[in-house]
C-alpha cells in the first residue's frame, strides 16, 4: 500500500544553518505531495505541495522538488530561523484513491539561536 | 487562512462521562476527517466523511461516533470516556476537487484529557 516515510527526530540546529528534512513514498497512482507543519499547540498547516513530477513547490523559504525516479520529496532551507521550530509532515494523497491523505510520522525540529 | 473550528480546545474530564467534540468548517468542504494524534506526534485517521449522511471509520479502530448532519458540522462524540482516549483530536476538511490536490485543512486541535 501507499506510505511515507520521513527522517526521524528530532533534528537541532543552529539558527542560519541549513536545513534538509528527507522523505521518500511509496505509491500507486499519479500522487500529490505535500508538506505540513504544525507549531507548538496548534493544528496542521500546508506548508507546500507538488502535483506532478518535478514540480517544486516553495514557500516561506522552503522548498521541496517531487523527484519520480527517487520517489523522493525532501524539504530544505536555505537559512533556518528560530520561529521555525516545529514539526513537519512530509504526505500524499493519491487521487485514485478516495483523496485521503497519508502522513508520515513527522520530524520535529529545534533551532537554537 | 482556512476556516475550521474546532471547540473545546482543551478539556478534562472524569472517566464515564460523555463529550462531544466540535468541528466545524466555512468553507463548502464535502470532504472532513477526525485524526488522533498520539504524543509521539504520528496522526491517526479514525473517522471520515464525504458528505452529509456519510461516515466511515478511518484507519485506527476508534470507540468514538461520528455525524454529519450538515455540510459544515462534523461531531465527534465519546458515549463513556476513559484515560486511554486521552489524546490531541484534530479535525480537518478538504475540497471534493480533484483539481485542489486533495489538500487538507486543519483546525487548531482539541486536547482531551481524562482522569
Known amino acids: 500500500g501507499n506510505s511515507v516515510t520521513q527522517m526521524e527526530g528530532p533534528v537541532t540546529l543552529s539558527e542560519e544553518a541549513f536545513l534538509t528534512i528527507n522523505c521518500t513514498y511509496t505509491a500507486t497512482g499519479y500522487p500529490s505531495l505535500f508538506w505540513y507543519v504544525q507549531y507548538p499547540g496548534e493544528g496542521l498547516q500546508l506548508l507546500l505541495k507538488?502535483?506532478?513530477?518535478?514540480d517544486k513547490g516553495s514557500n516561506k523559504g522552503f522548498e521541496a522538488t517531487y523527484r519520480k525516479e527517487t520517489t523522493s520529496f525532501h524539504l530544505e532551507k536555505g537559512s533556518v530561523q528560530v520561529s521555525d521550530s516545529a514539526v513537519y509532515f512530509c504526505a500524499l494523497s493519491d487521487r485514485e484513491r478516495d483523496d485521503k491523505i497519508i502522513f508520515g510520522k513527522g520530524t520535529r525540529l529545534h533551532i537554537l539561536p | 487562512e482556512a476556516d475550521i473550528y474546532q471547540t473545546p480546545r482543551y478539556l478534562v474530564i472524569g472517566t464515564g462521562k460523555k463529550i462531544t467534540l466540535e468541528c466545524s468548517q466555512t468553507?463548502?468542504?464535502?470532504?472532513m476527517y477526525w485524526y488522533q494524534q498520539d504524543p509521539g506526534m504520528e496522526l491517526h485517521l479514525i473517522h471520515y466523511s464525504y458528505g452529509v449522511n456519510s461516515t466511515e471509520k478511518g484507519d485506527l479502530s476508534s470507540e468514538s461516533t461520528v455525524s454529519r448532519i450538515r455540510t459544515e458540522h462534523f461531531p465527534l462524540t465519546l458515549e463513556s470516556a476513559r484515560p486511554s482516549h486521552t489524546s490531541q483530536y484534530l479535525c480537518a476538511s478538504s475540497s471534493f476537487s480533484v483539481l485542489a490536490g486533495g489538500e487538507q485543512y486543519f483546525g487548531p486541535g482539541t486536547r482531551l484529557t481524562v482522569t
Open positions: 507538488a502535483t506532478k513530477a518535478d
Open positions: 468553507m463548502g468542504h464535502d470532504k
